[in-house]
């Protein structure tokens, strides 16, 4: 009874039983694929990651301190001139205003750094709006041209029934400075 059981299936359905022998053959070979192939790939990788890591990436001398006076031209380029402060500025306050946040006074102090013939602008200024346009501001700061370290966040709500925040944000902007 089994055997005419399974008979009438097979042929009452057939589409539906060429498309579960389709899929098992299917999974079979990913099955071997996975197996025979991608785990013995990854565990070589693995094992050169490791020994890379035991290593501790050696490299010598030389090429060690090329790396590093090339980091350090690279970043050099990216400092921008003292003229450029001003769009540093406005950048901020276009940023704000991409966010909805209202801008608050906005108070900078330069400071020279001589051996590297820097200005290191602090900058400090309060913003207000939702908390999250307050977190996009933030990870906007982050990605302007200019070399900017944020130095300092403060947040405060001003209602509990509100979602509104005020922050404080001090930052330093390094410059060249003008001159010998």
Known sequence: MNGKFLWDIVRSRPKSLAVVLLLVLLNGGLFFFSSYHQQPRLLELRQQWAEKRRAGGVRDA???FRQGTSDLATWHARIAPKKDFARLIGTL??????????VGGVSYKPVPVKEDNLLAFTISFGVSGKYAAVKSFIADLMHTREIVTLDNVSLASTKLTEESVDMKVQLTAYFKAEGP
């Open 62 to 64: 030389a090429a060690i």
């Open 93 to 102: 306050f276009d940023t704000a205003a991409s966010n909805s946040l209202k």
